[in-house]
């Protein structure tokens, strides 16, 4: 189901500190072709390194991702705080942040709702139902929803 946006390979931003986690997604999006790129980077600070182009991003000619896909408990800059600064920015503010936690906690949630977050889904512990899960958002992000650069 690879897509492309104006001639451009559809390019996801996963930011998970988990390597067991990140491995799932990426796989799960390989296996269903979600995507054509997957940027993953494992702590807060380095999204919005990736995001700003500063740090070790500086000098280099980024993509921007077509979505985010944040844990919330990350080392160095907690995910609540990387999903307010990016929808504080004016320039990234359209980007569609998805949250991909372990915590269903309401506070949580209701914090990344109140931070502008445009979905929130808790992973499932189940192989089966993560994989599902994955096939699941990817088409509705890539496929079905319409974002600024898809027009």
Known sequence: MSERVNGESLHILLVEDNEAHAELVM?????????????????????????????QYAKLELARPHVVLLDLRLPKVDGLDVLRQIKTSDDLNKIP???????????????????????????????????????????????????????
């Open 27 to 55: 796989r799960s999006f390989e296996h269903h072709r979600v995507s054509n790129r997957v940027t993953h980077v494992q702590d807060g600070q380095a999204a919005l390194d990736y995001l700003f182009k500063q740090g």
């Open 97 to 151: 942040v998805v949250i991909l936690s372990t915590s269903a906690a309401e506070k949580d949630i209701a914090k990344a709702y109140e931070y502008s977050a445009n979905s929130y889904v808790v992973k499932p512990l189940d192989f089966d139902k993560f994989e599902q899960l994955m096939d699941d958002m990817g088409y509705y992000w890539m496929a079905w929803n319409k974002n600024p650069w898809s027009e």
